[in-house]
């Protein structure tokens, strides 16, 4: 599954399909492309890579972001 993008039209698609293929199948043989409002799957990768541009580089834990105090109201 792959969210739909204007770049990614159908027929550039398959003339990546057809440059891609080795021994006969193309790594993109299976690619669908889904309207991202309409598929949880792709609401869920968007939404870890989202997290993971977020974490400092090298950490490897979400420790920074998300943290006990990072949901405590801050008070006045």
């Known amino acids: 599954m792959h ?3 204007s770049a990614l ?3 550039r698609l398959t003339r990546l399909r057809e440059a ?3 021994d006969g ?3 993109l043989a299976g690619l669908v492309t889904v309207d991202s409002r309409d598929d949880p799957r792709v609401q869920v990768a968007d939404l ?3 997290m993971a541009r ?3 580089i090298g950490t490897g834990t979400l ?3 998300v943290s006990p105090t990072s949901l ?3 008070g006045p």
């Open 20 to 22: 891609l293929v080795g």
């Open 72 to 74: 405590r109201d801050p």
């Open 3 to 5: 969210d739909e993008q």
């Open 54 to 56: 977020r974490l400092p």
């Open 9 to 11: 039209t159908a027929g």
């Open 63 to 65: 420790g920074s972001f």
């Open 48 to 50: 870890l890579a989202g």
């Open 25 to 27: 199948v193309s790594p």
